[in-house]
């Protein structure tokens, strides 16, 4: 047997028996790790370590052979308290090597794979670069900050034939595999509506407070990169980067690509034929965003409709949860969020189905680490969970809603052209425009 398939067996039966952090103390498995074949370890590097990318992180250094060699972010504040949680993971934090500048860290010869955790408005230029640079890749969600940065991703990936997985982690937990298999099943009926809901009531904008200067140790510059130049205010910086257009697109984009993802998986659905966005600045009208806190969203498809509904400021969504997709059937629905599934009946129909609550038993963070990891040596790209063409296609998605609602206007979608059948729609949205030297590659 050869060295990678031991070592993919190896990790397949120590994964099987549960979280590697309930089977081992951090010694033993270090020792553990230590004991996988120079040929079978992966060394990472890290770009974007404040939120996210330091919890995708964490969860590769679960699985057995990775080794975290190198991060890369725009705060040496960030940096420094991220290298201090390495001891207790048993990870001699004087051998990673640290940088400022992504291009420095894809320059580095014993890096595998990088872990993008950046802003949105990253995410295309440093997973193509990266594919460039001949690394595999696991990009956060939303893959990109436009439709024409999703399909530079795809052809990136298809050009250079690296291993990319898109951050959508919830594709790799079973209860929601569990959940589509059931609505696939035809037990459901006939599915007229889809409902995707997204009510936050912990997430607000920042205050409206003064441009100051950056924070020592924060390469502002650095941290733009392509978006446009100006002021650096702490209300638009760090996770509040999420509210504003030139880098992300709200819950939309934030969420929305998790949610809205299943829905289209369990319709089968491709690209919508209309699109009608309408919400606004509701909740906190006095507080620092530009992308809209309140928004309900209409996706016409040939035998469906898909609704999109989110709320910051708000828990109490539909059915009770603050989240979840909703298959709405003739005999019964389906209803589907993070913490598990269950069926309601239709009092109507002839054909009742239920079902009890299904709870998750799993980590999809981990399992969607694993099943990275485990592409990456067998090379099988069809056994990716979240392939960049799958980030692609729900990022498009969402794209097309904040579209619909930043134009005021409902959208129809040429399938053949790939485009809006309005053409002045498609060149103010299609593709943001780079700035500061940059340039999104031709591919």
């Not at 048993?90 to 992504?102: C, F, L, P, Q, T």
């Not at 309140?294 to 910051?312: G, I, P, Q």
């Amino acid at each position: 047997m050869s060295s990678r398939r031991k070592f993919l067996n190896q990790s397949s039966m120590i994964i099987g028996a549960g979280a590697l952090s309930s089977v081992f103390d951090n010694k033993a498995f270090a020792y553990f790790k230590n004991r996988i074949a120079p040929s079978d370890q992966l060394n990472i590097g890290a770009i974007g370590i404040n939120g996210m990318g330091w919890s995708d992180v964490k969860a590769a250094l679960k699985v057995p052979g990775v080794n975290l060699v190198a991060v890369c972010d725009i705060d040496k504040n960030v940096i420094g308290n991220r290298l201090k949680e390495l001891a207790p993971l048993n990870i001699d934090a004087s051998k990673i090597k640290v940088y400022d500048d992504y291009r420095k860290l894809l320059e580095q010869k014993d890096i595998d794979a990088v872990v993008i955790g950046t802003p949105d408005h990253w995410h295309a230029l440093i997973m193509i670069h990266a594919c460039q640079a001949g690394k595999d890749v696991y990009v956060e969600k939303p893959v990109g900050n436009s439709i024409i940065e999703c399909n530079t991703m795809v052809a990136a990936q298809q050009k250079y034939g690296k291993v990319v997985q898109a951050g959508q982690w919830q594709r790799s937990q079973q209860h929601f595999k569990d959940a589509v298999a059931y609505v696939h099943s035809g037990q459901l009926g006939n599915i007229r509506t889809a409902k995707v809901w997204c009510y936050q009531g912990w997430m607000k904008p920042g205050a409206v407070v003064p441009d100051t200067a950056p924070p020592a140790g924060v390469d502002y510059k650095q941290w733009l990169g392509p978006a446009a130049i100006r002021p650096f205010n702490s209300s638009r910086f760090h996770f509040n980067f999420r509210w504003f257009w030139d880098y992300a697109g709200g819950l939309m984009t934030d969420w929305g690509v998790h949610l809205l993802d299943y829905a289209l998986i369990g319709m089968k659905a491709d690209l919508p034929i209309s699109i009608a966005g309408l919400g606004g600045r509701f909740a906190y009208p006095d507080l620092y965003e530009e992308t809209p806190d309140t928004l309900t969203t209409l996706y016409e498809f040939e035998k469906f409709n898909m609704v999109w509904d989110s709320a910051m400021g708000i828990d109490n969504g539909s059915y009770g949860r603050d989240h979840g997709i909703a298959f709405i059937g003739n005999n019964g629905t389906l209803i589907l969020n993070r913490g598990g599934w269950e069926v309601i009946e239709e009092k109507q129909s002839e054909n009742k189905v239920i079902m009890p609550l299904q709870k998750s038993l799993d980590n999809g963070l981990e399992k969607h680490m694993e099943n990275f990891v485990s592409v990456i040596k067998s090379r099988n790209m069809g056994d990716l969970n979240c392939s960049i063409q799958a980030g692609a296609h729900v990022a498009t998605v969402a794209q097309m809603g904040n579209i619909s609602f930043r134009s005021g206007q409902k959208l129809l979608w040429d399938k053949a052209k790939g485009a809006f059948t309005d053409d002045a729609i498609n060149k103010q949205y299609l593709m943001k425009e780079y700035h500061n030297g940059y340039s999104l590659p031709k591919l």
